[in-house]
């Protein structure tokens, strides 16, 4: 079907101005040239060069920004070359959407919004699953908070905000469960520093790192996350060593 311009195209006889003394203002003359390549963009449409009128679309758009018909027909011309693949996504991304399987919606959405960013029906459906995904995670953690798993509970409560930014009650819960725990800092540092002390490193590292989940600001158990890390990973070498008997170990080579 051939598309109708819903705006008056605006033009200017410049050689009749000239002749006739008119000095016309640049904007108006600036207007009607662009007004004349939106018709040249909405002919190319029509005559079924889809690709090259929405080029034409979208420099027009960096020119005016604020223009609904030139969006309007961004829209028309990415339909026109997305429309089968596009309807395809969005038709799994609500089934997903409807089955509440919110990230596996959210990555449809997103590739329907790569092809056509301007699909106002897929801005909805992205904005909703991300919502809902957030939700989840949010009740999630609290059931998580209510068996006394405090730090797979701040996990939970971070990805929901991380999911869906706009979430305010993951943000109060999350502000909460630092207040709580704030109070503790020390006797988790004391604890991971009797296991980092014993070289039980990979116990003392899973304290230290949920330390810095919380306060990431704490340095002390950044720096004992950094020294565990290699301690562990230098005691695997050295077993490691033991059980192969490798050659290039010799300080532990047993005969």
Request: glycine share 2%; net charge positive.
């Amino acid at each position: 079907p051939f598309l109708f311009l819903q705006e008056s195209i605006f033009s200017v006889n410049e050689t009749y101005a000239k002749e006739s003394g008119v000095d016309i203002p640049q904007s108006i003359v600036e207007r009607a040239r662009l007004s004349r390549i939106f018709s040249k963009g909405v002919y190319l449409l029509n005559t079924g060069k889809v690709k090259s009128a929405r080029n034409i679309f979208v420099a027009l758009s960096k020119k005016d920004p604020d223009n609904k018909a030139i969006k309007e027909y961004i829209q028309k011309a990415t339909e026109r070359l997305t429309g089968d693949q596009t309807r395809k996504l969005l038709s799994q991304g609500k089934e997903q959407y409807e089955k509440k399987n919110f990230s596996s919606a959210i990555d449809y959405f997103k590739k329907v919004l790569y092809l056509n960013p301007d699909l106002p029906e897929a801005q909805h459906f992205l904005e909703e699953s991300k919502r809902s995904s957030s939700d989840v995670d949010y009740n999630e953690a609290l059931n998580l908070l209510s068996k006394g798993r405090i730090f797979d509970c701040y996990k939970k409560l971070k990805m929901s905000v991380d999911t869906y930014p706009a979430n305010q009650k993951a943000k109060d819960k999350m502000a909460q469960v630092r207040s709580s725990e704030f109070p503790k800092i020390p006797e988790y540092l004391r604890s991971g520093l009797d296991l980092y002390n014993s070289r039980k490193y990979k116990q003392a590292l899973e304290i230290f790192e949920h330390v810095i989940l919380l306060f990431p600001e704490n340095k002390e158990a950044t720096e004992y996350t950094r020294l565990s890390k290699k301690k562990e990973k230098a005691l695997a070498e050295h077993l490691n060593c033991s059980v192969q008997k490798d050659r290039k170990c010799l300080f532990l080579w047993k005969k």
